[in-house]
């Protein structure tokens, strides 16, 4: 049985391991160590909650906990408006067949939007996304 994952864009593991690769971020630049199926640019944060966040610098608990409203509120938003729904319906299309990798920059053990996204999947859509 195939199973969706999240990951980093330079985990080594994938190099030759099967499966489709989704970047869930703004940018792909300075990556091209993998082949890349699908951009889901949409699923990222919006530049301007990007830009704030990395502009803290210290990045303290009270502003992970505000980009994580910002970033809930854009799924939410993405939900009610049906069109997370695309998303989610190609995403059980292609577990079907192989694993799915949604990719993104940081490290595993690093705050990033990738695990919110996959909490909140799992949350309301049962998919049981893990870390790869």
Same mark, same amino acid.
């Given at each position: 049985m195939y199973k969706i994952y999240t990951s980093h864009f330079s985990n080594k593991r994938l190099k030759n391991k099967e499966g489709i690769r989704i970047s869930v971020c703004r940018s792909m630049q300075g990556y091209t160590f993998y082949h890349y199926n699908r951009w889901?640019?949409?699923l /990222?944060?919006?530049?301007? +909650?990007?830009?704030?966040?990395?502009s803290t610098g210290n990045r303290t608990?009270?502003?992970?906990?505000?980009?994580t409203q910002e970033y809930i509120r854009k799924l939410d938003e993405l939900r009610n408006s049906g069109?997370?729904?695309?998303?989610i319906d190609e995403l059980e299309k292609l577990?079907?067949?192989n694993d799915v990798y949604l990719l993104c920059y940081e490290k595993p053990l690093e705050f990033c939007h990738?695990? +919110?996204? /996959?909490?909140?999947?799992n949350n309301h859509?049962?998919?049981n996304i893990s870390e790869y």
């Open positions: 889901y640019k949409e /990222a944060p919006d530049f301007e +909650i990007l830009k704030r966040f990395k608990q009270s502003t992970k906990d505000w980009f069109r997370l729904e695309g998303y577990v079907q067949y990738r695990h +919110i996204l /996959a909490d909140y999947l859509y049962e998919l």
